[in-house]
């Protein structure tokens, strides 16, 4: 637990207390802060670190975790990004599989999980290269060709 730190200059939005660190679920650490006025709030520990030794956090931006272990708390691995930047951080490209079309036998790529999610379902599901082939493979089913 804190108590306001008394240092000039310090720069913290104004509270009473702070408990915590607090673990929740997803391994992430977080801080419960009461205000003057009696109200709560909270946030991460990260975000909390990092306010202590460098000032508030400008709206917009949020404390990454430069290494991606978001239980990884130490100063060092802080860093501050935006919003934006954190979300493309945590967006990783789709594992790719290399296909042949069963209608035109062109070579393509198709990401892995939508395969998986169709291989074994139906012997004529594909995948296919395009739309287009996919409805020239429909159609000669429908007509009872396939
Ligand atoms: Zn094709």
Same mark, same amino acid.
């Given at each position: 637990? @804190?108590?306001?730190?008394?240092?000039?200059?310090?720069?913290?939005?104004?509270?009473?207390?702070?408990?915590?660190?607090?673990?929740?679920?997803?391994?992430?650490?977080?801080?419960? *802060?009461?205000?003057?006025?009696?109200?709560?709030?909270?946030?991460?520990?990260?975000?909390?670190?990092?306010?202590?030794?460098?000032?508030?956090?400008?709206?917009?931006?949020?404390?990454?975790? *430069? =290494?991606?272990?978001?239980?990884?708390?130490? *100063?060092?691995?802080?860093?501050?990004?935006?919003?934006?930047?954190? *979300?493309?951080?945590?967006?990783?490209?789709?594992?790719?599989?290399? #296909?042949?079309?069963?209608?035109?036998?062109?070579? @393509?790529?198709?990401?892995?999980?939508?395969?998986?999610?169709?291989?074994?379902?139906?012997?004529?599901?594909?995948?296919?290269?395009?739309?287009? #082939?996919?409805?020239?493979? =429909?159609?000669?089913?429908?007509?009872?060709? #396939?």
């Amino acid at each position: 637990m @804190f108590t306001r730190p008394h240092q000039a200059g310090f720069l913290l939005e104004n509270f009473m207390k702070v408990h915590g660190p607090y673990d929740c679920a997803d391994g992430r650490k977080r801080m419960q *802060i009461i205000r003057d006025d009696g109200s709560k709030t909270s946030k991460s520990y990260a975000k909390f670190l990092y306010e202590q030794k460098y000032g508030e956090i400008p709206d917009g931006m949020e404390v990454d975790h *430069i =290494n991606d272990d978001y239980t990884d708390d130490r *100063i060092d691995n802080l860093q501050v990004i935006s919003k934006l930047d954190n *979300i493309m951080k945590s967006v990783k490209p789709a594992p790719m599989t290399d #296909c042949i079309c069963p209608e035109c036998n062109k070579e @393509f790529k198709r990401e892995a999980r939508v395969i998986r999610h169709k291989q074994g379902k139906r012997k004529n599901a594909g995948p296919f290269c395009s739309k287009k #082939c996919s409805g020239r493979r =429909n159609q000669r089913i429908q007509a009872g060709l #396939c």
